[in-house]
């Protein structure tokens, strides 16, 4: 039987209560940091050398699909009620609504030095402490909104743009496509500044904090967002019937691209499974 993933703006108290305990319970495991670790080792860029499969390629969808599976098989070896949550930004777009509430993930961070200071992820509730990360600060940080340059969430049409694109990713596959509905969603554009940041990117500005760089599953809002990502993939292939994952076949010895992305049927790495394979999990879990 699938399980199902819900809308976090419409979690019971008793669900909240289990979701948060379950976090907590992987974090002091020490299965918490390794996922940091697995993203950071994931996060070089196009500008690098070598393979990407998690960012700014097509393998985005996919590689985040396997790895929020990963974190949510380690939540249910906890409590094997819960499920990863989704938050619905273009619905819930405030500093004080769902998912940032003090009985889900807490809210905005202090002005001072971005502090997170309510809610169970607080350093100071003694369960939170960033061990794997890019400064050397060990609280987890927000600035939610942006304070100082204000930034919006995507709005619906923002997220419709990317979705009624048919086509799922265009050569060469990278930061720099125009078209494709991976990069529409995944968000790097060519503008400068906030217009720049479209869907999956732009929330990652406007959280701020910790979610602005490598070490972004410090944290827990990353995966509320992915999941939420994760249903755009999902809505995309119930919208354009049979359009598949792209490339369906490696890009050759003279591609600029050879070597560097996944294509279908090749392995996703640091896993042992490829695109073809989870680009269905319906016997796995659903969105409701
Ligand atoms: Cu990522
Ligand atoms: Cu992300």
């Not at 992820?121 to 340059?149: M, N, P, Q, S, Y």
């Not at 050879?258 to 659903?286: C, F, M, N, S």
Request: hydrophobic fraction near 35%; glycine fraction near 8%; charge should be positive.
């Amino acid at each position: 039987m699938a399980y199902v993933r819900r809308d976090a703006g419409t979690l019971t108290r008793t669900e909240k209560r289990r979701f948060v305990k379950a976090v907590l319970e992987v974090k002091r495991r020490g299965e918490y940091d390794e996922l940091v670790r697995t993203h950071l080792t994931y996060f070089p860029s196009d500008g690098e050398r070598g393979l990407r499969s998690a960012h700014m390629a097509p393998s985005f969808l996919p590689w985040h699909r396997r790895f929020l599976l990963e974190f949510e098989r380690a939540l249910r070896r906890a409590d094997s009620s819960v499920t990863v949550p989704y938050w619905d930004w273009t619905r819930d777009r405030t500093k004080t609504s769902a998912p940032w509430t003090a009985d889900l993930l807490g809210g905005n961070g202090r002005p001072s030095d971005r502090q997170v200071t309510t809610g169970p992820f607080a350093h100071r509730e003694g369960h939170w402490t960033i061990k794997v990360g890019v400064t050397d600060e060990d609280f987890l940080t927000r600035d939610l909104g942006r304070a100082r340059d204000p930034l919006d969430l995507p709005t619906k049409s923002e997220l419709e743009w990317a979705l009624k694109d048919p086509v799922y990713d265009v050569a060469p596959w990278d930061s720099t496509v125009t078209r494709g509905f991976r990069n529409k969603l995944e968000g790097w554009g060519t503008g400068r500044g906030s217009a720049s940041w479209y869907n999956h990117n732009r929330v990652h500005r406007w959280v701020g904090g910790d979610m602005l760089g490598g070490a972004s599953v410090n944290d827990p809002v990353f995966w509320l967002h992915h999941a939420f990502v994760d249903l755009q993939w999902y809505r995309w292939q119930r919208r354009h019937r049979g359009a598949r994952y792209l490339p369906a076949t490696p890009p050759g010895p003279a591609d600029r691209q050879h070597g560097r992305v996944v294509a279908r049927h090749q392995k996703l790495p640091p896993w042992d499974v490829t695109p073809d394979a989870l680009e269905d999990v319906g016997r796995i879990y659903r969105y409701a």
